[in-house]
T-cell receptor, first 111, second 118 residues
Framework: SQKIEQNSEALNIQEGKTATLTCNYT??????LQWYRQDPGRGPVFLLL?????KEKRKERLKVTFDTTLKQSLFHITASQPADSATYLC??????????FGPGTRLSVLP | GAVVSQHPSWVICKSGTSVKIECRSL??????MFWYRQFPKQSLMLMAT?????????EQGVEKDKFLINHASLTLSTLTVTSAHPEDSSFYIC??????????????FGPGTRLLVL
């Protein structure tokens, strides 16, 4: 069955540094992969979608890579700020199928 | 971007009562909505897929008679937790499917409804 892992349950970094979150999947060949942000007590908010034929995608301070050989996606936040503190979820998806969310990584950016 | 609302945001009820949660797409039509449940410090678990004008599709292990879903219009889906018990206490989140072109899709999520059954 499909399995999605995110590198760590929690990640603490210093303000201004780059945060790197990892999403690995097995028994799955998604056509695209999405990253969401979830704040406590709130629904997830869509951030970025990257397709299987795209190696990298950027949006402001966010960068996502997608390596279908390694079955891995990396999510980077550059010049991190305390306001970036949240749980980040990856969700691989395929055409016509519901996508499954990873367990999430809780990022804390320390001032 | 697309906005999805949920009502109520918080509900406390007695064991044995039924609770209805509404999910609305505010500025777009959603033929497909999803209902998720999330327990503390866990990821979202898909409960069911709600299709406008047809029966919902439930995930394995989710009781369709306990969690009634109605998607009567293109902007409204409801989830009714019937005869709620303390173990049904959770954070319930809905989302609406949005196609982004190239057959990719994303989901816009509601703010969630926290249910506490006493």
């Amino acid at each position: 069955s499909q399995k999605i892992e995110q590198n760590s349950e929690a990640l603490n970094i210093q303000e201004g540094k780059t945060a790197t979150l990892t999403c690995n999947y097995t028994n799955y060949s998604p056509a695209y992969l999405q990253w969401y942000r979830q704040d406590p007590g709130r629904g997830p908010v869509f951030l970025l979608l990257i397709r299987e034929n795209e190696k990298e995608k950027r949006k402001e301070r966010l960068k996502v890579t997608f390596d279908t050989t390694l079955k891995q996606s990396l999510f980077h936040i550059t010049a991190s700020q305390p306001a970036d503190s949240a749980t980040y979820l990856c969700a691989p998806g395929d055409y016509g199928q519901n996508f499954v969310f990873g367990p999430g990584t809780r990022l804390s950016v320390l001032p | 971007g697309a906005v999805v609302s949920q009502h109520p945001s918080w509900v406390i009820c007695k064991s044995g009562t039924s609770v209805k949660i509404e999910c609305r797409s505010l500025d777009f039509q959603a033929t497909t909505m999803f209902w998720y449940r999330q327990f503390p410090k866990q990821s979202l678990m898909l409960m069911a897929t709600s299709n406008e004008g047809s029966k919902a599709t439930y995930e394995q292990g989710v009781e369709k008679d306990k969690f009634l879903i109605n998607h009567a219009s293109l902007t409204l889906s409801t989830l009714t937790v019937t005869s709620a018990h303390p173990e049904d206490s959770s954070f319930y989140i809905c989302s609406a499917r949005v196609l982004m072109g190239g057959s990719q899709e994303t989901q816009y999520f509601g703010p969630g409804t926290r249910l506490l059954v006493l």
